[in-house]
Nanobody
C-alpha cells in the first residue's frame, strides 16, 4: 500500500505562484510513476502533470505547459508541483497519484493510489 498526503495549497492572486508537495509512504520507490490531477467545482477531474519513477521523464497538460513544473525527490519520497503564473482557471482540488509502474501516464484510471487532495484558489 502507498499513502499519499498533499500539502501547499491555498489562496493566491492571479499571476502568483504556489508549490504543492506530495509525501508518499509505504511501498514507494523509483518504480512508481507519479502524477498530479485537479478537479474544479462542477467539472471532471483532469490531468495536470506526470513524472517517471526515476524523475527523468515528464509530461504536462497543454493548459499548464510552460507554467507548471513537476519534480520528485525519491530520497525524501516526495513529489512537487511548482505552479507559476497562476490563472483563475487553475483553481480546484489538486490530487497526487501513484501508479505501480515507472512509466508515466496522463490517464487517471491507470493510477493505483490517490491522496486526499489540497485546495488551490486563484483570485482574479
Amino acid at each position: 500500500q502507498v499513502q499519499l498526503v498533499e500539502s501547499g495549497g491555498g489562496l493566491v492572486q492571479a499571476g502568483g505562484s504556489l508549490r504543492l508537495s506530495c509525501a508518499a509512504s509505504g511501498r514507494t520507490s523509483s518504480s512508481y510513476a507519479m502524477g498530479w490531477f485537479r478537479q474544479a467545482p462542477g467539472k471532471e477531474r483532469e490531468f495536470v502533470a506526470t513524472i517517471t519513477g526515476n524523475g527523468v521523464g515528464t509530461y504536462y497538460a497543454n493548459s499548464v505547459k510552460g507554467r507548471f513544473t513537476i519534480s520528485r525527490d525519491n530520497a525524501k519520497n516526495t513529489i512537487y508541483l511548482q505552479m507559476n503564473s497562476l490563472k483563475p482557471e487553475d483553481a480546484g482540488v489538486y490530487y497526487c497519484a501513484a501508479r505501480s509502474v515507472p512509466s508515466y501516464s496522463d490517464y487517471d484510471r491507470t493510477y493505483d493510489f490517490w491522496g486526499q487532495g489540497t485546495h488551490v484558489t486563484v483570485s482574479s
